[in-house]
């Protein structure tokens, strides 16, 4: 017979193995199942490892802006060594991240969960039923389904390269596709970025997005806009990327960086009256699938947030506390995204579009800070930023910001939104001195 436990959780990533152990912690029995590497996508092959190739990469342009302001000579990027430095980090993830499940006393099991049918859950062949069933088995990188598809690589891949290729080609224009251009780049090789319409990274400003590129262009990427790739070709001098327009580009490596898809095509959802599409696993606001006892959190859940590991977590702290106790729907904190180029582009909160469109309700001003001494003393080739404020409240509701510290800059934006910090309440604190703290009160 069948072991039965009060929860069983499919996916070993940030949000599975957050919620085994918050469930773990209330004294319910879980089991926890992971089909491919403990950890998931985020420490293994994903934010992490490319966050570590990145440290590189920011030295490098940091080193690159001062030359000639107290700096001669910018630094050439040691790809074997940054890979080794990458290895030190992530291969140990997937036995510790095993090892701490089990010095919790969680079950695990290796293997692809399948629903059978309702209530009949195997793994492998092997039945491990749940009372209540939650799904967090994330996303992977989707492949354009071209002529040719079969010489794509991926981000993991990439993040994976023994060495850096001469010319390197990534098709699709979201902060994946950029944020590895940029390192590709870094490293010395010749990169185009194919996008299939005008407006790469739409999600993000257009303005601050135009700039971004023309920074990019200047550290030498190219950008290919328009082309809807209909052949990839593999010939003597390479890999060749062409059109229905005339477009032809020969490279050595062609990355897919055209989204991902939920990890929900393989688990026999079908069979227990669960639906899913290109955005993930139908929920509802309590993260409920239409199967009263089956949920789905992080990545692979269609909810109208970003697909971020710290929602990840978010997600899987609110389920843990809704299966001991019902209570309020789900309600998402404002949360801040970001694209790691160089510089870096970021936005939180209402944006400027938006804003726009709302006169009334909303003003936005639009700052120009390369000489703020913050940017000056960096020589940070430009820093821009658009705020949006609330017309009636005066209280900041909206940010986005471009330069090499946009990432730290939308973290405190982020906490003056979220909090409700008005300018007046902002002067009453003293922060260090010059620092991109001491800049928020000029913002708004």
Not at 73 to 94: C, E, F, Q, S
Not at 175 to 184: K, N, P, R
Not at 229 to 256: H, M, P, R, W
Not at 347 to 373: C, R
Request: some cysteine; aromatic content about 6%.
């Amino acid at each position: 017979m069948a072991k039965q436990y009060d929860v069983v959780v499919i996916g070993g990533g940030p949000a599975g193995t957050a919620m085994a152990s918050g469930l773990k912690s209330q004294g319910k029995s879980v089991l926890i199942v992971e089909s491919d590497l403990w950890g998931g996508t985020c420490p293994n092959r994903g934010c992490d490892p490319k966050k570590i190739l990145l440290s590189a990469v920011e030295a490098q342009h940091a080193a690159s802006n001062l030359q000639g302001h107290g700096l001669s000579g910018v630094p050439t990027i040691d790809w074997p060594a940054l890979m080794t430095t990458k290895h030190g980090y992530t291969d140990g993830i997937n036995d510790g991240t095993l090892g701490g499940l089990q010095s919790q006393q969680i079950e695990t099991l290796h293997g692809q969960a399948y629903f059978r049918a309702d209530g009949q859950l195997t793994v492998d062949g092997t039945e491990a039923n749940g009372t209540d069933v939650v799904i967090a088995t994330g996303q992977r990188p989707a492949i354009l389904p071209i002529t040719g598809h079969e010489y794509f690589q991926t981000s993991t891949d990439f993040l994976d390269l023994a060495t850096m290729p001469k010319r390197v080609t990534f098709v699709g224009g979201g902060y994946v596709g950029f944020e590895l251009a940029t390192i590709a780049r870094a490293a010395g090789a010749e990169v185009h970025l194919i996008h299939h319409n005008d407006r790469p990274l739409k999600a993000f400003d257009a303005d601050l997005v135009d700039a971004l590129m023309t920074n990019l262009r200047a550290q030498g990427i190219t950008f290919d806009l328009n082309v809807e790739l209909k052949q990839l070709t593999k010939t003597d001098s390479g890999l060749q990327l062409s059109d229905e327009n005339g477009f032809n580009l020969t490279t050595d490596l062609v990355i897919c960086s055209a989204g991902r898809l939920p990890n929900a095509d393989h688990l026999g959802l079908e069979n227990v009256g669960v639906s899913y599409n290109q955005h993930g696993i139908q929920v509802n606001d309590h993260l409920q699938t239409a199967n009263a006892h089956i949920y789905a959190i992080g990545d692979v859940s269609d909810t109208p947030v970003p697909k971020l590991t710290p929602l990840a977590g978010y997600e899987a702290r609110y389920l843990v506390d809704e299966l001991a106790h019902t209570g309020a729907a789900i309600s998402y904190p404002v949360t801040p995204t970001q694209v790691y180029a160089a510089p870096k582009l970021a936005e939180v909160g209402v944006t400027a579009a938006v804003a726009e469109k709302q006169p009334a309700k909303y003003k936005v001003q639009s700052l120009d800070m390369t000489k703020w001494f913050t940017y000056y003393r960096l020589q940070t080739p430009q820093a821009l930023a658009k705020v949006v404020i609330d017309a009636q409240t005066g209280l900041l509701v909206g940010a986005s910001c471009l330069s090499d510290i946009a990432d730290e800059m939308i973290n405190y934006l982020t906490i003056l939104i979220q909090k409700q910090i008005s300018l007046a309440e902002l002067k009453q604190l003293v922060v260090a001195y010059p620092t991109p703290a001491s800049d928020l009160q000029y913002l708004y």
